[in-house]
């Protein structure tokens, strides 16, 4: 399988351990492609497109570890493989604002089939920001984390769902949402918005590799460096039920910490 995703910092904290827990838990081989403008919108992605803007940084993995080649170019990373998988998103600010999604997000659908056709597209549904998050990109949400998680819900639903060229919506914003509600707390971002480099991005991983790849959370036997067995169980419950019930949260049974 080969899987490029087209997105920004929230698509390395999604993409970060995918080959790991995919290949741990007995899938074939994988080749990921991430091209990476931090706080990148879909309008700058339609931009770039339009000028053949050599302004990504072009992250690949096909062996376990991360490899950056600097100057990239849209059309230049849908070429460079016979992609399987497209991963699409917006940049979290604008995530549950939905006039922010048109006309680019039609105008990348029609990018990216032209340039490989052959891709299946799938849409990376980001995460709400930490409750006590304090930036000006939080106050459209009025600062409220649960308004942000159903403003990013709706915006899906009324943005990309009606697109038929997405086979699936990949719902990390809801497994956050989900873990949120264990003993782990409000603590799984590393700043207030990425994911921690352990659990959290080990959620979306998680997710990401059962959406696109069919790998069962419970049979993947990767655990990234510093994740307890407890927080495994959280990741796998959270990873798990938001594949099942992508657009409510469910709340986890592990409410306290073993």
């Known amino acids: 399988m080969k899987i490029l995703a087209v997105g920004n910092s929230f698509s390395d904290d999604t993409m970060e351990y995918v080959y790991r827990i995919a290949r741990s838990a007995g899938a074939g081989e994988l080749s990921l492609g991430n091209l990476y403008i931090g706080g990148c919108s879909l309008e700058t992605h339609a931009a770039n497109a339009r000028a053949n803007a050599a302004a990504y940084e072009y992250r690949t993995d096909d062996a376990g570890e ?16 016979e992609w399987d998988v497209v991963s699409l998103q917006q940049a979290s600010p604008l995530s549950g604002q939905p006039q922010s999604y048109e006309p680019f997000l039609s105008e990348l659908i029609v990018y990216v089939r032209e340039r ?11 995460w709400a920001y930490q409750a006590d998050f304090v930036s000006e990109t939080f106050a459209p949400y ?9 403003n990013i819900l709706a915006a899906v639903k009324e943005k990309v769902l009606p697109h ?7 719902p990390c914003g809801t497994a956050v949402q989900n873990a949120r509600t264990s003993f782990l707390g409000d603590a799984l971002t590393r700043d207030g918005f990425h994911l921690s480099y352990g ?4 959620i979306a ?26 927080e495994r169980a959280v990741a796998v419950e959270s990873a798990k039920n938001a594949c099942v019930q992508p657009y409510a949260v469910t709340p986890s049974v592990y409410g306290e910490r073993p």
Do not use: C, I
């Open 164 to 170: 038929p060229e997405f086979s699936a919506a990949v």
């Open 205 to 230: 991983g998680l997710t990401f590799a059962k959406t696109v790849l069919g790998v069962s959370p419970e049979r993947v036997s990767f655990v990234p460096a510093g994740v307890s067995e407890a």
């Open 116 to 126: 490989a056709p052959q891709a299946k597209l799938v849409w990376n549904m980001t």
């Open 142 to 150: 009025g600062y409220n984390q649960q308004r942000m998680y159903e």
């Open 199 to 202: 659990v959290g991005r080990y």
């Open 66 to 81: 991360w490899h950056t080649q600097p100057q990239f170019r849209l059309g230049d990373a849908l070429s460079a493989q």
